[in-house]
């Protein structure tokens, strides 16, 4: 409360009177409120474990801020469930095989993350668990990103609806004039990244084609 009786007054002063008891009121102003006088817009910084999720392991590709980054992005139906990490290279083994394998039983977005040979972060978030499929499948919850040279995030556009394609020698995300915004090869070593229409991306690493050294997936559950 910013507003509270300090004292009886004998004589009548300057200021709002109690007319039933004669009390005078002074006006006590808390520094929340001078700071909302003097920014009318401005709104309460968020707790910095807002967006903070709870992961099921350490990630050794995401550091903090770059997990933050993400999670403020990620479809609201993931927010609430703990990041579990259900393939990574670094555990599995580089197989596209073995990746899909790791979906089994799971229904939830993905997060994917790769390390290429330069060092560089990107990914997809898959609106589906991975999957070899005869066309293209997904919504447009999925989408593409990029911390090189800084974090961007690349939404469905709405041109197509490309989103992702699974097969037993390759995985790709996005399509149209003839690119494809993210792709793998069958061993998981062999990369390439595109502009595409799906997500009007720039390429997400330093060079059109990469080196994958590093890949972790997860799930919300």
């Known amino acids: 409360m910013s507003r509270f009786a300090v004292g009886k007054m004998k004589t009548p002063v300057t200021g709002r009177k ?3 008891v004669g009390y005078k009121y002074s006006m006590i102003t808390t520094r929340e409120e001078t700071s909302l006088r003097q920014n009318p817009t401005s709104k309460p910084d968020l707790e910095p474990e807002t967006f903070w999720p709870n992961l099921s392991e350490n990630s050794e590709l ?4 770059q997990i933050e980054k993400l999670a403020k992005n990620l479809p609201p139906r ?9 393939y990574s290279t670094a555990k599995h083994g580089m197989s596209l095989k073995t990746l899909y394998r790791s979906m089994t039983g799971v229904d939830t977005p993905m997060l994917l993350v790769i390390k290429d040979s330069d060092g560089q972060l990107f990914g997809a978030l898959a609106s589906e ?4 499929s005869d066309c293209f499948y997904g919504t447009g919850e999925t989408f593409l990103f990029t ?3 800084e974090f961007k995030i ?3 556009t709405g041109d197509n609806m490309f989103f ?7 995985l790709a995300f996005g399509g149209g004039g ?3 915004g993210l792709w793998l090869d069958g061993d998981l070593y062999h990369g390439r990244s595109h502009a595409c229409k799906t997500f009007d991306n720039c390429i997400l690493s330093k060079k059109e084609d990469f080196y994958v050294q590093d890949i972790e997936i997860w799930a919300f559950e």
């Open 154 to 156: 690349f939404k469905w």
């Open 62 to 65: 995401l550091q903090t801020d």
């Open 129 to 132: 668990p991975f999957k070899v």
């Open 164 to 170: 992702i394609k699974g097969d037993m020698d390759s």
């Open 18 to 20: 109690d007319q039933r």
């Open 178 to 180: 003839g690119e494809i």
């Open 147 to 149: 911390f090189y040279p």
């Open 78 to 86: 993931t927010v609430g469930y703990p990041w579990t990490l259900i």
